[in-house]
């Protein structure tokens, strides 16, 4: 994963990330429960949102971390998982 800055704020920003994914782990086990229970639409579709959403955040803040570190160093080495601007940028229109 990439992250930028100190490793303080590395960390923080994995430990946000995580967080995020965490939680929409959760919210797709309760997802799968309320199918599973013959739950509410309302329920299922609300939950849904509620992954859809953490999931979002999650991606955005892992694109984020490498569209600063191609502002910080665009010229420089392509990162160890070899992203390139471009590639950041076509990383980030997927999850729009």
Known sequence: MILTGTDTERAA??????????????????????????????DVVTQLAAVTSALDRAGFAIISTA????MVDPEGSADAEGLTPDDVEKLFLSLA
Do not use: P
């Open 13 to 42: 920003t994995q430990k946000k990330i995580l967080n995020r994914l965490r939680r929409a782990q959760g919210q797709l086990a309760a997802v799968v429960a309320a199918v599973e229970g013959g739950g509410s639409c309302r």
């Open 67 to 70: 569209m600063r570190d191609c």
